[in-house]
Nanobody, 115 residues
């Protein structure tokens, strides 16, 4: 069973930066839309950013201008560069890949931003 493996989360002070990475543990056929979602305690999971197979990004209003999503198709890897982090960015961040057959989700990586 192929899984998505996230890395790069952690604890950072407000104004700091983190870079998240996500890659599959095995082969996922094709070049598919990839994205990042997050879920804060007591809140629903929300979209952070997605990137199409052609490399076009879309961002949530709350992160636009601070976060950058990118991908490496050769490695089937997606990245999320997070700058100017705020305490309200604290959440578990989940990687997502949507194939024609099914969605894939990572197990999540914790991002904590202290004030």
């Amino acid at each position: 069973q192929v899984q998505l493996v996230e890395s790069g989360g952690g604890l950072v002070q407000a104004g700091g930066s983190l870079r998240l990475s996500c890659a599959p543990s095995g082969s996922i056929f094709g070049i598919n839309p990839m994205g990042w979602f997050r879920q804060a305690p007591g809140k629903q999971r929300e979209l952070v950013a997605i990137i199409t197979s052609g490399g076009r990004p879309t961002y949530a209003d709350s992160v636009r201008g601070r976060f950058t999503i990118s991908r490496d198709n050769a490695k089937n890897t997606v990245y999320l560069q997070m700058n100017s982090l705020k305490p309200e960015d604290t959440a578990v961040y989940y990687c997502h890949v949507q194939t024609p057959q099914r969605p894939y989700w990572g197990q999540g990586t914790q991002v904590t931003v202290s004030s």
